[in-house]
Nanobody, 126 residues
Framework: QVQLVESGGALVHPGGSLRLSCAAS????????IGWFRRAPGKEREGVSC????????YYADSVKGRFTISRDNAKNTVYLQMNDLKPEDTAVYYC???????????????????WGQGTQVTVSS
């Protein structure tokens, strides 16, 4: 059974940090591009970051550039999202998703991803 499981979400103060994890079971992540998305209450789902299958290429949304870092440990079948200097506007449910590479670079649109996790809540509040 193919499954992605996110963890690491929490309540944190503005300026704080969190590291989200996306662990795969039932398949090996090392053949997939992995993306992180988020959905804030009342807003559209937003692409946050993605990473190529071997980690050589990454993408960040402008809203998180310089604060978030995506990485992967294929030996652990896990992808991470390190989030620093968190802001209240980062509050959202964060999802990871897997995409089978098609040779067209890093997809930033959610509809390009085949597998999804259930999400983890990140709340940034004082």
């Amino acid at each position: 059974q193919v499954q992605l499981v996110e963890s690491g979400g929490a309540l944190v103060h503005p300026g704080g940090s969190l590291r989200l994890s996306c662990a795969a079971s039932g398949f090996s992540l090392d053949s997939y591009i992995i993306g992180w998305f988020r959905r804030a209450p009342g807003k559209e789902r937003e692409g946050v970051s993605c990473i190529s299958s071997r980690g050589g290429s990454t993408y960040y949304a402008d809203s998180v550039k310089g604060r978030f870092t995506i990485s992967r440990d294929n030996a652990k079948n896990t992808v991470y999202l390190q989030m620093n200097d968190l802001k209240p506007e980062d509050t959202a449910v964060y999802y990871c998703a897997a995409h089978i590479p098609s040779g067209y670079g890093l997809p930033t649109k959610a509809e390009m991803y085949e597998y999804w996790g259930q999400g983890t809540q990140v709340t940034v509040s004082s």
